[in-house]
């Protein structure tokens, strides 16, 4: 998995968002309510209201890239909505946070092992 540099800052939004916007939306969301240029060389990383699923904003040179990920069982320890927005973190903490440790307490997932999908 293509990951974060650990140098590069990620700024997380505290709020719910609905993950069918897509780039566009979510730009919005960093222009408008961030205040913030989504242009900059950060990474704008959203959560939907079930911690499970997070989708990452950032510009390279002549475009947009989104990712995405979604946790089969676990939930995302995330800000709760009285959080200071945006809230800083590196992109150290952001690949932990991919990796599913508790940012805040350090506390991993349980790690999933599946034989197939079905």
């Known amino acids: 998995m293509i990951r974060p540099s650990k140098s590069t800052p990620a700024y997380l939004y505290s709020g719910v968002v609905d993950m069918r916007k897509s780039i566009d939306g979510l730009a919005g969301i960093v222009e408008n309510e961030l205040e913030l240029n989504p242009l900059e060389p950060a990474l704008f990383v959203f959560c939907n209201r079930g911690r499970d699923k997070?989708?990452?904003?950032?510009?390279?040179?002549?475009?947009?890239?989104?990712?995405?990920?979604?946790?089969?069982?676990?939930?995302?320890?995330?800000?709760?909505?009285?959080?200071t927005n945006p809230c800083t973190i590196s992109g150290r903490d952001l690949n932990r946070l991919l990796d599913g440790l508790n940012i805040f307490?350090?506390?991993?997932?349980?790690?999933?092992?599946?034989?197939?999908?079905?």
């Open 54 to 83: 997070i989708k990452i904003l950032y510009w390279e040179n002549n475009g947009f890239v989104l990712w995405y990920k979604r946790l089969e069982k676990q939930k995302f320890k995330w800000l709760d909505d009285l959080s």
């Open 105 to 118: 307490t350090g506390k991993p997932h349980e790690a999933l092992f599946y034989e197939d999908m079905n």
